[in-house]
């Protein structure tokens, strides 16, 4: 293993082909069971290929089509694919999806319309948001809705204020966050709290920032991977998650990047392209995307360089409106 | 995908399975399509409930099929058939906690083999919120197994304070014209307590339960604080509440046998962090009685005077296991965790207390001097022992020494 590190490198070429082909080669059972996801698998790989440096490798035309197929004409909201219900979690990808192509204006007015009605009315009176009508509520919810409305241009005030009290809410005895008031501090909501609080710009909301960039690096375990809670096995995704908020917290260098980076080369495929959460295992789109994403903000690789806020492109989100709105 | 091994599948297999799948595919798509059919015709029958149990039983991570089958229930199964013939709309079925019953004991066989199906749990939910007369002690008793075989199950916990949620608001709606206590909704505080002591006697590596107990701790505190007849009730098994110095120590005690047996579990330890720097049980003076006192100065100096002394001791103490821990060591390497520790409590000193140290005659002037020397000392040491983390340390040491400069 000790030699084999040092000649470990980025399979950049084989991820591309990795991606581009998950949805034209020879389709498994497994494909058609994941339909439920298939937005969010086009925003990860079209999110990995640009930080690649490939975005043009999916077809344009091809991407925004599918997008506006999975509108959902009763709640204005997007769906994972056609036919399926709108639900923020689809509806987010579905925005960076067109942000990332630079074609946020396929949609017109009444579509915006739709989907801001969608998102805001999703919100409950204590500030959470559930996903759809059902009533799930989650900080990853707040997260979705926020940066949706923050790519679209139009938060309010009304919608602010509430979420921030609720995220404030959801704090820990170890500085991290939970999914509701009293849940267990996990690092991907930690990063969707601190997502949000970055887009709104209200980091002082965090009660004590060198605890949390504590609790956060503290992550890191013996072979360089990150876990997402206290004695778990780690996983590549959480380079994203630990990673993004410790950048956002300006903490970025408390953990060790040349260790991590091995662990995330470690787990790739190197036959037929991808990343699997630890090394060994099955690859998939998700853990590609926040591998990649990891090495990223790392500045490793040569990659495109990310936003830690948006998990975009920092060319496409640098024309994002900034909140608070000026004008 | 999370936990499946990579694996190298020899040409014959990858035809094997391709041929397996194609079965499953059209199978699968088929009733996929039977199901999206009849929901575009808003069909709402027991054909179309059947249908939707067996494609959620393939694929529960469908959640438009979720959506579709709470519309089934609203829309027909809970229909009075008498009231649609009178064209009435209202939700009168008697029948309604029975059907619930029914979905309820079909998502367990679902949670059994996909435990960690967000649409699952939530769909669980909806069948509470949706049950006129929902067994929740039934619930309660489903998650304590659920977590007797994974203690840190992440849906488990949530679950389970979303059940506790649930009666003690059915609890508080019930005894809302009784004066004084609320019995059973405090009392439900309590007895969340010690089923996390019960878990963290069993193990006491358990994040999970000790995150749930700071929550309780301080949820309980707040009521003693303001309900005098709670408060007896609470003392009478827990005496440990009577005020945060008393429980303080006596918590201190019961975790400090943990880190004897393992010194390098982070769980307890940062616990311990919690109850030793944060203001949750730090904040003595919000004990009661000292809220209308005329001497308040006094008294939180006083105070403060205690939490020194009782942090200075721990110092000490954890000091002790670390020389233990050190002459154990192959090396003769410090202990990280016993050393990250000494170094929050000393971030609290420093934090919190620097006057009452610089001022204080009970100790000399020396004695702080001699604290920032061991904090540097024990940055440098981690510096070397948890390099991982090395920027962190080397950060917190311009930070600290940029402030010692003004003392
Ligand atoms: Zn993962």
């Given at each position: 293993?000790?030699?084999?590190?040092?000649?470990?490198?980025?399979?950049?070429?084989?991820?591309?082909?990795?991606?581009?082909?998950?949805?034209?080669?020879?389709?498994?059972?497994?494909y058609?069971?994941?339909?439920?996801?298939?937005?969010?698998?086009?925003y990860?790989?079209?999110?990995?290929?640009?930080?690649?440096?490939?975005?043009?490798?999916?077809?344009?035309?091809?991407?925004?089509?599918?997008?506006?197929?999975?509108?959902?004409?009763?709640?204005?909201?997007?769906?994972?694919?056609?036919?399926?219900?709108?639900?923020?979690?689809?509806?987010?990808?579905?925005?960076?999806?067109?942000?990332?192509?630079?074609s946020?204006?396929?949609?017109?007015?009444?579509?915006?319309?739709?989907?801001?009605?969608?998102?805001?009315?999703?919100?409950?009176?204590?500030?959470?948001?559930?996903?759809?009508?059902?009533?799930?509520?989650?900080?990853?919810?707040?997260?979705?809705?926020?940066?949706?409305?923050?790519?679209?241009?139009?938060?309010?005030?009304?919608?602010?204020?509430?979420?921030?009290?609720?995220?404030?809410?959801?704090?820990?005895?170890?500085?991290?966050?939970?999914?509701?008031?009293?849940?267990?501090?996990h690092?991907?909501?930690?990063?969707?709290?601190?997502?949000?609080?970055?887009?709104?710009?209200?980091?002082?909301?965090?009660?004590?920032?060198?605890?949390?960039?504590?609790?956060?690096?503290?992550?890191?375990?013996?072979?360089?991977?990150?876990?997402?809670?206290?004695?778990?096995?780690?996983?590549?995704?959480?380079?994203?998650?630990?990673?993004?908020?410790?950048?956002?917290?300006?903490?970025?260098?408390?953990?060790?990047?040349?260790?991590?980076?091995?662990?995330?080369?470690?787990?790739?495929?190197?036959?037929?392209?991808g990343?699997?959460?630890?090394?060994?295992?099955?690859?998939?789109?998700?853990?590609?995307?926040?591998?990649?994403?990891?090495?990223?903000?790392?500045?490793?690789?040569?990659?495109?360089?990310?936003?830690?806020?948006?998990?975009?492109?920092?060319?496409?989100?640098?024309?994002?409106?900034?909140?608070?709105?000026?004008? | 995908?999370?936990?499946?091994?990579?694996?190298?599948?020899?040409?014959?297999?990858?035809?094997?399975?391709?041929?397996?799948?194609?079965?499953?595919?059209?199978?699968?798509?088929?009733?996929?399509?039977?199901?999206?059919?009849?929901?575009?015709?808003?069909?709402?029958?027991?054909?179309?409930?059947?249908?939707?149990?067996?494609?959620?039983?393939?694929?529960?991570?469908y959640?438009?099929?979720?959506?579709?089958?709470?519309?089934?229930?609203l829309?027909?199964?809970?229909?009075?058939?008498?009231?649609?013939?009178?064209?009435?709309?209202?939700?009168?079925?008697?029948?309604?906690?029975?059907?619930?019953?029914?979905?309820?004991?079909?998502?367990?066989?679902?949670?059994?083999?996909?435990?960690?199906?967000?649409?699952?749990?939530?769909?669980?939910?909806?069948?509470?919120?949706n049950?006129?007369?929902p067994?929740?002690?039934n619930?309660?008793?489903?998650?304590?197994?659920?977590?007797?075989?994974?203690?840190?199950?992440?849906?488990?916990?949530?679950?389970?304070?979303?059940?506790?949620?649930?009666?003690?608001?059915?609890?508080?709606?019930?005894?809302?014209?009784?004066?004084?206590?609320?019995?059973?909704?405090?009392?439900?505080?309590?007895?969340?307590?010690?089923?996390?002591?019960?878990?963290?006697?069993?193990?006491?590596?358990?994040?999970?339960a000790?995150?749930?107990?700071?929550?309780?701790?301080?949820?309980?505190?707040?009521?003693?604080?303001?309900?005098?007849?709670?408060?007896?009730?609470?003392?009478?098994?827990?005496?440990?509440?009577?005020?945060?110095?008393?429980?303080?120590?006596?918590?201190?005690?019961?975790?400090?046998?943990?880190?004897?047996?393992?010194?390098?579990?982070?769980?307890?330890?940062l616990?311990?962090?919690?109850?030793?720097?944060?203001?949750?049980?730090?904040?003595?003076s919000?004990?009661?009685?000292?809220?209308?006192?005329?001497?308040?100065?006094?008294n939180?100096?006083?105070?403060?005077?205690?939490?020194?002394?009782?942090?200075?001791?721990?110092?000490?103490?954890?000091?002790?296991?670390?020389?233990?821990?050190?002459?154990?060591?192959?090396?003769?390497?410090?202990?990280?965790?016993c050393?990250?520790?000494?170094?929050?409590?000393?971030?609290?000193?420093?934090?919190?207390?620097?006057?009452?140290?610089?001022?204080?005659?009970?100790?000399?002037?020396?004695?702080?001097?001699?604290?920032?020397?061991?904090?540097?000392?024990?940055?440098?040491?981690?510096?070397?022992?948890?390099?991982?983390?090395?920027?962190?340390?080397?950060?917190?040491?311009?930070?600290?020494?940029?402030?010692?400069?003004?003392?």
């Amino acid at each position: 293993m000790a030699h084999q590190q040092h000649e470990l490198t980025l399979f950049k070429e084989k991820h591309i082909q990795y991606i581009v082909n998950l949805n034209t080669k020879d389709k498994s059972y497994e494909y058609w069971l994941t339909e439920h996801l298939r937005m969010n698998g086009l925003y990860w790989g079209l999110t990995a290929l640009y930080l690649l440096g490939s975005q043009n490798s999916l077809d344009k035309e091809d991407v925004i089509s599918f997008v506006l197929s999975c509108k959902d004409p009763v709640n204005g909201g997007f769906g994972a694919f056609p036919k399926h219900d709108g639900h923020l979690l689809s509806t987010l990808s579905a925005i960076q999806i067109l942000a990332t192509l630079d074609s946020l204006d396929v949609l017109n007015e009444e579509d915006i319309n739709d989907l801001v009605d969608f998102i805001i009315g999703l919100q409950l009176p204590n500030g959470s948001f559930q996903g759809d009508k059902y009533g799930e509520i989650d900080t990853r919810f707040i997260y979705t809705a926020i940066s949706s409305l923050s790519i679209l241009g139009k938060l309010t005030k009304k919608v602010v204020e509430p979420s921030l009290s609720f995220i404030k809410d959801c704090q820990n005895f170890d500085g991290g966050f939970g999914m509701v008031p009293g849940a267990e501090s996990h690092a991907a909501q930690v990063f969707t709290c601190l997502g949000t609080l970055a887009i709104l710009d209200r980091l002082d909301v965090i009660n004590d920032q060198n605890l949390l960039g504590w609790w956060l690096s503290e992550r890191q375990v013996a072979n360089g991977g990150l876990n997402g809670r206290p004695e778990k096995l780690p996983d590549v995704c959480y380079s994203w998650w630990v990673l993004s908020s410790l950048s956002i917290l300006n903490k970025l260098s408390w953990i060790d990047h040349r260790k991590l980076r091995q662990f995330i080369l470690h787990s790739q495929d190197s036959e037929n392209g991808g990343i699997s959460d630890r090394p060994d295992n099955q690859v998939d789109v998700y853990h590609t995307l926040f591998g990649i994403a990891g090495l990223s903000l790392m500045k490793f690789e040569n990659l495109v360089a990310i936003d830690p806020v948006y998990c975009m492109p920092i060319e496409i989100t640098k024309k994002f409106r900034r909140w608070p709105y000026t004008e | 995908m999370h936990g499946i091994k990579r694996e190298r599948l020899s040409e014959e297999a990858r035809r094997n399975k391709k041929l397996r799948d194609r079965a499953r595919i059209r199978n699968y798509k088929t009733l996929n399509a039977m199901v999206l059919v009849r929901r575009d015709k808003r069909d709402y029958s027991e054909d179309a409930f059947r249908l939707s149990t067996k494609l959620l039983d393939l694929n529960p991570e469908y959640y438009t099929i979720w959506n579709y089958r709470r519309e089934i229930f609203l829309n027909g199964l809970f229909q009075d058939p008498g009231d649609a013939a009178k064209g009435e709309t209202a939700v009168s079925n008697d029948m309604i906690p029975a059907i619930l019953e029914r979905e309820l004991k079909f998502l367990i066989v679902l949670l059994k083999r996909f435990p960690k199906c967000y649409w699952i749990w939530n769909h669980r939910m909806w069948c509470l919120e949706n049950n006129p007369k929902p067994k929740l002690n039934n619930e309660l008793a489903i998650v304590n197994k659920i977590l007797s075989l994974d203690s840190r199950n992440f849906h488990g916990w949530h679950y389970r304070r979303y059940i506790i949620g649930l009666i003690e608001s059915s609890n508080g709606s019930k005894s809302s014209t009784n004066s004084g206590i609320n019995a059973s909704g405090t009392e439900l505080s309590l007895s969340e307590f010690n089923y996390t002591t019960e878990l963290i006697n069993l193990n006491f590596s358990n994040f999970s339960a000790l995150h749930n107990r700071s929550k309780l701790i301080i949820k309980i505190f707040k009521k003693t604080n303001l309900d005098n007849q709670y408060k007896e009730a609470v003392l009478k098994t827990n005496p440990e509440f009577e005020n945060k110095l008393e429980f303080l120590t006596k918590e201190l005690d019961y975790f400090k046998n943990a880190i004897y047996t393992d010194p390098d579990d982070q769980s307890v330890w940062l616990y311990l962090r919690w109850l030793l720097c944060s203001n949750d049980l730090l904040n003595l003076s919000m004990d009661d009685n000292d809220n209308n006192n005329d001497n308040n100065n006094s008294n939180n100096n006083n105070n403060k005077l205690k939490i020194i002394k009782l942090l200075l001791l721990q110092i000490k103490d954890i000091n002790e296991l670390n020389d233990l821990e050190k002459s154990d060591d192959i090396n003769s390497l410090d202990n990280k965790w016993c050393l990250k520790i000494i170094i929050e409590i000393q971030m609290t000193l420093f934090d919190k207390f620097i006057d009452l140290l610089k001022t204080n005659d009970t100790n000399n002037s020396d004695y702080l001097t001699s604290l920032i020397t061991n904090f540097n000392q024990n940055l440098t040491t981690l510096i070397q022992i948890d390099p991982l983390r090395s920027n962190r340390y080397l950060d917190l040491q311009r930070i600290y020494n940029k402030r010692f400069e003004t003392l």
